[in-house]
T-cell receptor, first 112, second 112 residues
Framework: TQLLEQSPQFLSIQEGENLTVYCNSSSVFSSLQWYRQEPGEGPVLLVTVVTGGEVKKLKRLTFQFGDARKDSSLHITAAQPGDTGLYLCAGLDAGNNRKLIWGLGTSLAVNP | NAGVTQTPKFRVLKTGQSMTLLCAQDMNHEYMYWYRQDPGMGLRLIHYSVGEGTTAKGEVPDGYNVSRLKKQNFLLGLESAAPSQTSVYFC???????????FGQGTRLTVV
């Protein structure tokens, strides 16, 4: 069974702090996506990373794909209450490009 | 600007009752998916479709059936609801796996 492990599972921080969320697997992925889900809504795509070692920035969010394409991280600088939500990673199985594997998510609360 | 629309948003069923969840997308996507999301379990794929007239089983298909008679619609049926099917159900669509998946707002189903 392929797994995509996210850590931490829960994170509660104060506004202005920095944080990093990790997504790890023993499997290789063709690409990896990060989604954010707010309460009562469906997940919304933040970024897709495709190349090993790739780094993408989205304002205060920095995403990195591991060199071996087995892991990824999301770093948020100076977190704001609007960053609160569930962060999900999803990897496209390199051996089966129809199979998307989801992590369980990191629930982030940013307190004002 | 509709994207993916799910109906209904909320439903309470008695054990043994049946119902159909409706999903419609206006982006001409070939791929459509039904997920369930439960606390601590993440997003789990129930069934998916790779085009009009096709359906395939995901990781948790038991107790559910689907149909994709028209490209824009993907229906999820529960023939005899059980309390274990209490969950939040999400429909999603994408061009191909690994590209952006667009999600509906979800259906919160309670089976009593």
């Amino acid at each position: 069974t392929q797994l995509l492990e996210q850590s931490p599972q829960f994170l509660s921080i104060q506004e202005g702090e920095n944080l990093t969320v990790y997504c790890n697997s023993s499997s290789v992925f063709s690409s990896l996506q990060w989604y954010r889900q707010e309460p009562g809504e469906g997940p919304v795509l933040l970024v897709t990373v495709v190349t090993g070692g790739e780094v993408k920035k989205l304002k205060r969010l920095t995403f990195q794909f591991g060199d071996a394409r087995k892991d990824s991280s999301l770093h948020i600088t100076a977190a704001q209450p609007g960053d609160t939500g569930l962060y999900l990673c999803a990897g496209l199985d390199a051996g089966n490009n129809r199979k998307l594997i989801w992590g369980l998510g990191t629930s982030l609360a940013v307190n004002p | 600007n509709a994207g993916v629309t799910q109906t209904p948003k909320f439903r309470v069923l008695k054990t043994g009752q049946s119902m159909t969840l409706l999903c419609a997308q206006d982006m001409n996507h070939e791929y459509m998916y039904w997920y369930r999301q439960d606390p601590g379990m993440g997003l789990r794929l129930i069934h998916y479709s790779v085009g009009e007239g096709t359906t395939a089983k995901g990781e948790v298909p038991d107790g559910y059936n689907v149909s994709r008679l028209k490209k824009q619609n993907f229906l999820l049926g529960l023939e005899s609801a059980a309390p274990s099917q209490t969950s939040v159900y999400f429909c999603a669509s994408s061009y191909i796996p690994g590209t952006e998946a667009f999600f509906g707002q979800g259906t919160r189903l309670t089976v009593v």
